[in-house]
């Protein structure tokens, strides 16, 4: 390897390919793992391991550390089912109120021994935290969270203002042990037909409370992300506009097409994208698709991964195509940054 393209840390090769920088390969990575079904069938076929991390080293791929910072506290009352709500008024809210918010929120054992791989550069760290939708929605219930928008707007403005301080009093103590390359913010505000809210409810009930934790993490180079299933086509110009930096997973399926963010949003980040649908049916699908993506991948501040958690419809023997086939197109993209 040449000394322009020296082989970079797993920490340097994400920022790099973030900040649009030339990279000596692309980060390979799966952000959302695999489901519990496809680790039952590759382990009928022969996969000896099932803990994320330890298929992260199997397989090859970059380690990222995620911690989902968990807003409940033990004993909290669940759902009773999916999607149902679990408080419906402003005073079931106050009497769950105890259950919620937890601080201290994190482990420090593994936030201190992610630290050090982090700092070796042997790791990029990530957290992940409930977004303004995503929670309302957990704790109303899928409809009657949309009817709250116009019924009960103090109930979601009182949430999330709660929610904001609590994410500054949590991002406070991630950062005690490690300041994180990046974070997601978990929203899922969009189906394979676009946002299920309008720009001016994202603007009324979404945007103030992202206006005011973002500055926080922008302060400490904390790249900020959204996570959102379906068509993010429309929301992506609300989420910049609010002062959001990226996107994941960009579903193929919805209808997402990664050239056209690219030339709308020339300076966001992207991760994901790459069609799962693809991966069933071998080599030639998958080399397609890698194709598809080269040309936008090597603009930089895109990593492709599966769109979504790898289907149990993808052999063990399919996947090892497709790691095959991302080292190939890794290496391909880290070429075509360093011509510029």
Known sequence: MSQQAKEMTTRERFHAVMNFQPFDRLPMIEWATWWDK???????????????????????????????????????????????????????????KPFLYPLPCVNPEQWKRWAAEQARGDAVVWITFDGFFWFTRCLLGIEPQLYAFYDQPELLHRINRDLSDWILKALDEVCSYAVPDFLTFGEDMSYNHGPMLSKPLFDEFMKPYYRKVLPAMHERGILTVIDSDGDV??????????????????????????????????????????????????????????????????????????????????????????????????????????KG
């Not at 009352?77 to 999916?82: I, N, W």
């Not at 895109?302 to 497709?322: C, E, K, R, W």
């Open 233 to 338: 086509t429309e929301p992506a110009y609300w989420f910049e506009e609010a002062g959001l930096e990226g996107i994941l997973p960009l579903e193929r399926q919805a209808g997402v097409d990664i050239a056209k963010l690219r030339r709308e949003h020339p300076r966001m980040r992207f991760i994901g994208h790459f069609d799962k649908m693809t991966m069933p049916h071998g080599e030639p699908a998958m080399r397609a698709e890698f194709e598809r993506l080269l040309p936008t991948v090597a603009k930089g501040g895109f990593i492709p991964s599966v769109d979504h958690q790898t289907p149990p419809g993808v052999s063990l023997a399919n996947y090892h195509i497709y790691l095959k086939l991302l080292r190939e197109y890794a290496d391909k993209a880290g070429a075509a940054s360093r």
């Open 38 to 96: 496809t680790i039952d069938r590759w382990q009928g076929e022969g996969l000896a391991c099932r803990d994320r991390y330890d298929l992260y080293r199997h397989f090859g791929l970059d380690v990222y550390y995620q911690n989902w910072v968990g807003i409940t506290k033990k004993g909290c009352p669940k759902a009773p089912s999916h999607g149902a709500p679990i408080i419906r008024t402003m005073d079931e809210y106050e009497a769950i």
